[in-house]
């Protein structure tokens, strides 16, 4: 079976109707994000700002700043870190046609679409649109904690500062590496949860979503055992991690194109509440 | 035209196969029952119809294309109503913004005329109607849809009595012979004026596959006085007029079919009216 072809007009159809049909969810799912990262990160910088009213500049940090600094962001950080890696992959759940009622996956297989059209469509919310999202909506949470600092601890006036002018501070050759493996292991976890959601029984899916759990350590593992082996020859380090980011990408990637071709073979046979009966 | 190929399918190997080697060919310009008793398989059957299962053997074709592969030129060239569905919770008009778009022969006139039969309007909020009232709207839009087949499982399930005639009168209006309709149901005293092809399901094989009138050429229904007038019936049975029997007609007497007493006389002699009517059949 193949995924068959790609009409753009049809392909406008799709995504309007996933939009309004979904338009609730998505926009509850932001929500939700949004205020528990605001509500977070308001709390940390709030504990620093006192802090640093108290004992100024001198709070250790695990970057070097430079004086006037925003120096919570030291702390949100590792929010930011996890924060990101959940989101997308809840946003790539999230995205997929619901499929979890027989009512559902009839109406889901029978929209005059082909499996083309409707991987694209479900390529495009979780990965761009996704990415995009999480911009704007943690952008939106820091301008609500430095409101909600400003306000509440008016001393913190000159310490908070917005993080788009900020995170330059933190941008040195560790935290780089950092985020460039926090984002090949989102989009190979994002790749992994697409093919498992795709499986076609609840064992299978539980089963495999456990290489979710190994993730981190697998890539973290792997990446720590490279640092090891080549902790001073940079030239060569630098080659084996780009080797080590296009492995992990690669394999998102086929992983991806497993899903698509894997999504014509579903059909109403694929329990999608867990059947244990039935696995 | 609809064939369905030498089609086999069970939900696991412990419970056996639910359709067995069923081969059947349908026509557009006919409405096609297809009858069974609770189980059988006439749900599955019309998933298999719909490429919404897949066969362990055989296939089902549209055209000429597997429907399984569910490509959206097959998908838009047929509309399955479901006994159970679900409908969001915006109104008709947003629906059909939404929908019409896959139907590349939608008529929206049509869809207006439709809702008019059953006494609806455009304006309707989706999420607030009744059960019943979303079969209604969900045969309208079907219809309006203009594809080459309407494949409905129990459709007057829901339906109000002024409901069921309205269905009737809506479904002689709109069929016409580029169109062909299968509807699944127990209700046949519901449908069984616009039935132009009988098909019963026993045990995953169409132990009838007949049109009406090879039944009522072959077969004639009366209802007797006594049970021993029914003695050369194929099948009889009591009812409030006396003993409603299926008998013989060799003489080709013109009778009108009870659908109800041919499901049970074939479910009770399947091999002497499958012999009767299927005769190229074993």
Not at chain 1, 234 to 247: E, K, N, S, V, Y
Not at chain 2, 78 to 95: A, G, M, N, R
Not at chain 2, 115 to 130: A, C, I, N, V
Request: hydrophobic share 45%.
């Amino acid at each position: 079976m193949t995924p068959g072809t790609f009409n753009r007009k049809r392909f406008a159809a799709l995504c309007r109707l996933d939009w309004a049909e979904k338009r609730k969810s998505y926009l509850l799912f932001l929500l939700i994000f949004y205020v528990v990262t605001a509500i977070i990160i308001t709390y940390n910088s709030l504990h620093i700002y006192y802090d640093m009213s108290l004992i100024g500049d001198r709070i250790a940090t695990t970057v070097p700043l430079p004086p006037g600094a925003d120096r919570s962001w030291d702390r949100h950080l590792s929010y930011l870190v996890v924060s990101f890696f959940v989101f997308m992959l809840l946003a790539t759940r999230q995205t997929h046609t619901g499929m979890l009622t027989r009512r559902q996956c009839t109406a889901a297989l029978l929209q005059p679409a082909s499996c083309g059209e409707k991987f694209v469509r479900w390529w495009c919310y979780a990965v761009p649109l996704s990415l995009v999202a999480f911009a704007l909506v943690y952008l939106a949470a820091d301008y609500t904690r430095i409101l909600v600092c400003r306000t509440a601890f008016p001393a913190s006036e000159p310490l908070a500062i917005p993080l788009y002018k900020g995170i330059g501070w933190y941008f040195d050759s560790e935290t780089r590496l950092i985020f460039q493996m926090l984002f090949t292991i989102t989009l190979l976890g994002q790749a992994v949860v697409a093919l498992t959601t795709t499986l076609k029984t609840a064992y299978a899916r539980i089963f495999s979503r456990f290489i979710l759990v190994a993730l981190p350590f697998i890539l973290g593992y792997s990446f720590s055992s490279l640092i090891r082996v080549f902790p001073t020859a940079m030239d060569i380090a630098r080659l084996w991690l780009t080797a080590w980011h296009i492995f992990f990408l690669g394999l998102a990637a086929v992983c991806w194109y497993a899903t698509c071709r894997r999504l014509p073979r579903m059909d109403l046979e694929y329990s999608y509440p867990p059947k244990f009966d039935k696995a | 035209m609809m064939t369905i190929e030498h089609l086999s399918f069970g939900y696991s190997k412990r419970k056996g196969l639910v359709v067995n080697d069923l081969s059947l060919s349908l026509d557009t310009g006919n409405i096609y029952g297809l009858l069974g008793r609770n189980g059988v398989g006439k749900s599955t059957l019309l998933y298999l119809m719909t490429g919404l299962l897949t066969p362990s053997a055989g296939q089902v074709l549209l055209n000429g294309t597997n429907v399984r592969l569910r490509y959206p030129e097959t998908l838009c060239d047929f509309f399955l109503i479901p006994e159970e569905f679900d409908l969001p919770d915006y109104s008709l008009q947003k629906y059909v913004r939404l929908h019409a778009p896959f139907y590349p022969k939608f008529d929206y006139g049509n869809l207006r005329q439709n809702l008019e039969l059953f006494g609806l309007t455009e304006d309707l909020r989706l999420g607030e109607l009744s059960m019943g009232q979303k079969k209604k709207v969900q045969i309208c839009f079907a219809l309006a849809t203009r594809t080459s087949w309407l494949i409905m499982d129990e459709p007057t399930n829901g339906l109000d009595i002024p409901g069921k005639s309205q269905f009737r009168k809506l479904l002689i209006r709109e069929m016409n012979d580029k169109r062909g309709i299968v509807i699944s149901t127990h209700q046949v005293k519901d449908v069984d004026q616009l039935l132009d092809h009988i098909v019963i399901l026993n045990e995953g094989h169409a132990v009838l596959n007949a049109s009406l009138t090879d039944i009522r050429r072959k077969l004639y229904f009366t209802t007797e006085a006594h049970e021993a007038e029914t003695a050369q019936a194929y099948y009889a049975q009591p009812s409030p007029h006396g003993y409603a029997a299926m008998l013989p007609n060799p003489d080709g007497k013109d009778s009108e079919p009870d659908i109800e007493l041919l499901f049970n006389g074939t479910l009770a002699h399947p091999d002497t009216i499958s012999a009767l009517l299927n005769p190229q059949k074993p």
